[in-house]
């Protein structure tokens, strides 16, 4: 009898044991892909936002978002390598950031979620079915900015500009729509315009030089490619006293004089909000994409200075 009580306490004490050495089972996580077009600030600051706001909201779920960031450096070859291995590893979800990637990440899958960031003009560059219902695997943030708010504040800085000289690259899609929007807001103000084109950044110097020589002031749209060299454009204009106004807070950061437009950091914080809500199952065919509101009129002070131009009714 001592002999089976024994037994049945040795027993209970495995089982007991065993119990306690069993870890507790962890929540799985996701796996997020972030394609990024190229490297310059506009991109880079929603990139970094996107990340922070990531972990933040994996603490709050108390589920880890594994991240992998890959930069295409502006190479539609890598841009689909890059949206093809998203593809292959399996990624619950791919945040694209600029409307090349997008588009890359678009033609690679159908099954796995895409949030795109930066996107000006998405119904018409990614073939989405319109804003509110944008279908598909797709939605995301759109950064089109109200382009006569620029040029009214441009009048407002330097109204004695009456020749704009407008600076963008022709293979960016996010640029075309801005541009007309520009050449009519400077066609009702009564004023006149130069376009200068560029291919690629190794044109910049030479097309901002010809536009200082022809214009009172510079607009730049929302453009990758221009954006990549914003310095080399701030840098002439300075010295020749040009104002130039940008469609992005970030290049005004780069040397630009001002601009009202999206806060790229609320931009890369929305895109991420987002891509949460879909990895909580949200449906993004469902999901209306997102136009920013929060339009800031932003400006450099040190250029302001370098060109003897007055923007202290616009510092807070």
């Known amino acids: 009898m001592k002999t089976m009580k024994f037994f049945a306490f040795v027993v209970a004490a ?23 077009y190229m490297e310059h600030t506009s991109l880079d600051e929603i990139r970094t936002a996107v990340e922070e706001e990531l972990q933040q909201k994996a603490t709050e779920l108390g589920k880890p978002i594994s991240v992998e960031v890959k930069n295409a450096q502006g190479d539609p070859t890598n841009i689909g390598t890059i949206a093809n291995q998203f593809v292959g590893d399996n990624k ?23 949030v795109f960031s930066a996107v000006t003009n998405p119904v018409e560059d990614l073939q989405i079915d319109s804003l509110e219902q944008p279908g598909g695997n797709i ?9 006569e708010k620029i040029i009214n504040l441009s009048q407002e800085i ?3 500009a009456n020749c704009y000289g407008i600076l963008y690259c022709t293979s960016e899609p996010s640029s075309s729509g801005v541009v007309q929007q520009a050449k009519e ?15 690629n950044t190794s044109e910049v110097q030479q097309a901002t030089e010809k ?9 730049v749209p929302i453009d990758n490619t221009v954006a990549t060299a914003m310095s080399v454009v701030a840098d002439l204009a300075k010295d ?27 931009l890369g914080k929305k895109t991420a909000q987002m891509a949460v809500e ?39």
């Open 92 to 114: 619950d979800l791919i945040i694209a950031i600029a409307t090349p990637a997008a588009a890359g990440a678009a033609a690679v899958t159908e099954e796995i979620p895409i």
């Open 278 to 316: 879909i990895l909580q199952g949200a449906n993004p065919a469902s999901m209306e994409v997102q136009v920013m509101e929060d339009v800031n009129v932003v400006v450099n002070e040190d250029t302001a200075k370098a060109i003897g131009v007055d923007v202290s009714q616009y510092l807070q």
């Open 240 to 266: 020749a006293k040009i104002p130039v106004y940008a469609a992005a807070d970030s290049m005004v950061r780069d040397g630009a004089l001002a601009s009202a437009g999206v806060n790229y950091t609320n």
């Open 139 to 147: 939605t995301g943030t759109s950064d089109a900015i109200p382009v």
């Open 14 to 36: 495995c089982m007991l044991l065993a119990g306690c050495s069993q870890s507790t089972p962890q929540q799985e996580g996701f796996s997020v892909g972030i394609l990024q």
């Open 185 to 199: 807001a400077l066609e009702q103000q009564g004023k006149t315009f130069v376009e200068a084109a560029v291919t």
């Open 211 to 219: 536009l200082i020589e022809q214009c009172d002031a510079i607009f």
């Open 158 to 160: 330097t109204p004695q």
